[in-house]
């Protein structure tokens, strides 16, 4: 069975860093497109970042542009959102996503990764 388990996340002042990994099971992440995705309190999920299979394509939503990062590790078959400069709208729960085509969301999610930035 295709899975997603997630690790990270945590509550960090404004400012900080922390980094999201997502390592799928039963499933390469060079045969998917990965994305992340965050839901806040009261608010529906949305688009954050996402990644090609061949890792040559990144789209990220405009409000973490410049802020974070996504990437692949082939090797250890796992994506990682890397997030910097965390602002307290950033809070909310982060979930790894796997789909088939890069146009759609996919139907494989992860658990969920709570993430609060606050002072």
């Known amino acids: 069975q295709s899975q997603l388990v997630q690790s990270g996340g945590g509550l960090v002042p404004p400012g900080g860093s922390l980094r999201l990994s997502c390592k799928p099971s039963?499933?390469?992440?060079?045969?998917?497109?990965m994305s992340w995705y965050r839901q806040s309190s009261g608010k529906e999920r949305e688009f954050v970042a996402k990644?090609?299979?061949?890792?040559?394509?990144?789209e990220y939503a405009p409000s973490v542009e410049g802020r974070f990062t996504i990437s692949p590790d082939y090797t250890n078959n796992s994506i990682y959102l890397q997030m910097d400069s965390l602002r307290p709208d950033d809070t909310g729960v982060y979930f790894c996503?796997?789909?088939?085509?890069?146009?759609?969301?996919?139907?494989?999610w992860g658990q969920g990764s709570p993430v609060s930035v606050s002072s």
């Open positions: 996503n796997a789909g088939e085509d890069w146009a759609t969301r996919g139907n494989i």
């Open positions: 990644i090609s299979r061949s890792g040559r394509s990144v």
């Open positions: 039963g499933f390469r992440i060079s045969k998917y497109t």
